[in-house]
């Protein structure tokens, strides 16, 4: 299952900062706040290394197509780059360099040896086959050449890519590898099948990750998820198993939006049986037979009590931020508000779990993964959730505390615990020569 996409209307695209713009923005609030030291505020205002391919692939019909591949890499002080390729037509250098960053933040928040990467492949995947898809990834993979492995930079799942995509360029980078080296290779991606080294449970990890940093939330002001109603932008991996988990402890979904239309159902729509839909209707809610239709552009405004964008970055600004009706936003996407729409939600006493934080689930899912590649081992679900129950808590009590003692918001106090520990590690180390 790959994740679903949503944009608003172009119409509303000029009142979005820019993606680096808000990168910049969050990191420059919690630099001032700790008062980062000058010198590695520079370090980490840039990244290391930004990687541009261009590569051609013969299409199904005989066509040569180019491509255009990109891999920033923004810091590696606590360990190899981590990070996931999308494949969309909004890839570009910038976004690839905003999301490098936002993944090493994420990556120290959730206490891991790990630094920060993303990219991907500015294409639009429905327009091609399985095996053009397939050719394409292996191109690509092929490409990047020196620039991923397994103690270097290690990719992943992200948008309108999945576990089969991770198997291509695994069996495509081992085959790049001397014969006795390829075996020992099998980490240089995560996200994997289960059959081909993948984590079980990997599947469900970043929603299962949305959903119990919910459920932390609530369990704070002393109150459960029985009876709170949600709605998810994007129904895709991410969108549908934070549904799922979060149904499970009683609370009810009530709308939903993906690339192609909205949802409404205030009596609520079960979760099984609108994915089941999707499933046998190419992706799409559309004529969904247990909700109306809904305005598209008046979603964020629907009554409920917990917003859950899983889609693109971007999606609440200014222009809508005033229409949020939830009390508590998790921010199952990247990026997903930015600074002008925070500032509205913020000051109208709306929480927001910040994304490093609430989708960390999956990185987390993923370095269970490598360790389990590199010592030769198999973990079962039943070993998995629980480690990952504990992570995540760790992680959420960090942010909660240091947002409590420091009168912040969560968005703040994450970057702010995150930047110390790779501040701490350059004191430490010291910077060569």
């Given at each position: 299952m790959?994740?679903?996409?949503t944009?608003?209307?172009?119409?509303k695209a000029?009142?979005?900062?820019?993606?680096?713009?808000?990168?910049?923005?969050q990191f420059?609030?919690?630099?001032?706040?700790?008062?980062l030291?000058?010198?590695?505020?520079k370090?980490?205002?840039i990244t290391?290394?930004?990687?541009?391919v261009?590569?051609?692939?013969?299409m199904?019909?005989g066509?040569?197509?180019i491509?255009?591949?990109y891999?920033?890499?923004?810091?590696n002080?606590?360990?190899?780059?981590k990070?996931?390729l999308?494949y969309?037509?909004?890839v570009?250098?910038d976004?690839?360099?905003?999301l490098?960053?936002?993944m090493?933040?994420?990556?120290?928040l959730?206490?891991?040896?790990?630094g920060g990467?993303k990219?991907?492949?500015?294409?639009d995947?429905?327009k091609?086959s399985?095996s053009?898809?397939?050719?394409?990834?292996?191109?690509?993979?092929?490409?990047l050449?020196?620039n991923?492995?397994p103690e270097?930079?290690?990719?992943?799942?992200?948008?309108?890519?999945?576990?089969?995509?991770?198997?291509?360029?695994?069996?495509?980078?081992?085959?790049?590898?001397?014969?006795?080296?390829?075996t020992?290779?099998?980490?240089?991606?995560t996200g994997k099948p289960?059959?081909?080294?993948?984590?079980?449970?990997r599947d469900?990890?970043?929603g299962?990750?949305?959903?119990?940093t919910?459920?932390?939330?609530?369990e704070?002001?002393?109150?459960?998820?029985?009876g709170?109603?949600?709605?998810?932008?994007g129904?895709?991996?991410?969108g549908?198993?934070?549904?799922?988990?979060?149904?499970?402890?009683?609370?009810?979904l009530?709308?939903?939006?993906?690339?192609f239309g909205s949802?409404?159902n205030?009596?609520?729509?079960?979760?099984?049986d609108l994915f089941n839909?999707?499933?046998?209707?190419?992706?799409?809610?559309?004529?969904?037979?247990?909700?109306e239709a809904s305005?598209k552009d008046e979603?964020f405004?629907?009554?409920?009590d917990?917003?859950?964008p899983a889609?693109?970055?971007?999606?609440?600004t200014?222009?809508?931020?005033?229409?949020v009706?939830?009390t508590?936003v998790?921010?199952?996407?990247?990026?997903p508000?930015?600074v002008?729409g925070?500032?509205?939600?913020i000051?109208?006493?709306?929480t927001i779990?910040?994304?490093?934080?609430?989708?960390?689930g999956?990185?987390?899912?993923?370095?269970?993964?490598?360790l389990q590649?590199?010592n030769?081992?198999?973990?079962?679900l039943?070993?998995?959730?629980?480690?990952?129950d504990k992570?995540?808590?760790?992680s959420?009590?960090k942010?909660?505390?240091?947002?409590?003692?420091?009168?912040?918001d969560?968005?703040?106090?994450?970057?702010?615990?995150?930047?110390?520990?790779?501040?701490?590690a350059y004191?430490?180390?010291?910077?060569f020569?």
């Amino acid at each position: 299952m790959t994740t679903m996409t949503t944009e608003l209307p172009r119409e509303k695209a000029k009142s979005k900062r820019g993606v680096m713009d808000n990168v910049m923005a969050q990191f420059n609030t919690a630099a001032d706040r700790i008062n980062l030291n000058p010198n590695i505020r520079k370090i980490l205002k840039i990244t290391n290394n930004e990687i541009i391919v261009h590569f051609p692939v013969k299409m199904d019909n005989g066509d040569m197509e180019i491509f255009t591949g990109y891999r920033v890499q923004h810091n590696n002080a606590l360990g190899p780059y981590k990070g996931g390729l999308r494949y969309h037509p909004t890839v570009d250098i910038d976004a690839a360099k905003a999301l490098a960053m936002w993944m090493t933040w994420k990556t120290s928040l959730a206490g891991l040896p790990y630094g920060g990467g993303k990219g991907g492949i500015q294409i639009d995947p429905s327009k091609y086959s399985q095996s053009e898809l397939e050719r394409i990834t292996r191109r690509f993979t092929f490409a990047l050449a020196d620039n991923i492995g397994p103690e270097h930079d290690i990719p992943a799942p992200d948008v309108n890519t999945n576990s089969q995509t991770m198997a291509w360029i695994a069996d495509t980078y081992m085959s790049t590898r001397p014969p006795a080296e390829r075996t020992a290779n099998q980490h240089v991606v995560t996200g994997k099948p289960d059959g081909s080294g993948g984590l079980e449970g990997r599947d469900r990890a970043t929603g299962y990750g949305v959903f119990l940093t919910i459920k932390f939330w609530f369990e704070r002001k002393n109150e459960t998820l029985e009876g709170k109603t949600f709605i998810v932008q994007g129904f895709g991996n991410v969108g549908y198993w934070a549904s799922h988990f979060l149904e499970g402890e009683g609370a009810k979904l009530v709308a939903v939006q993906d690339a192609f239309g909205s949802i409404e159902n205030q009596n609520g729509i079960k979760v099984e049986d609108l994915f089941n839909y999707t499933e046998s209707n190419n992706g799409s809610l559309v004529n969904f037979p247990d909700a109306e239709a809904s305005n598209k552009d008046e979603f964020f405004g629907t009554e409920c009590d917990i917003c859950i964008p899983a889609a693109l970055g971007g999606q609440i600004t200014k222009d809508n931020a005033m229409t949020v009706k939830a009390t508590l936003v998790a921010e199952g996407a990247n990026g997903p508000t930015d600074v002008d729409g925070e500032k509205i939600l913020i000051e109208r006493g709306v929480t927001i779990i910040p994304d490093i934080l609430c989708n960390s689930g999956g990185v987390v899912a993923s370095y269970f993964e490598w360790l389990q590649n590199r010592n030769g081992e198999f973990w079962q679900l039943d070993e998995v959730m629980p480690k990952l129950d504990k992570k995540l808590l760790e992680s959420f009590n960090k942010v909660y505390e240091y947002s409590e003692k420091e009168a912040m918001d969560f968005r703040t106090a994450a970057y702010c615990i995150a930047i110390k520990r790779i501040e701490k590690a350059y004191i430490q180390r010291g910077i060569f020569p």
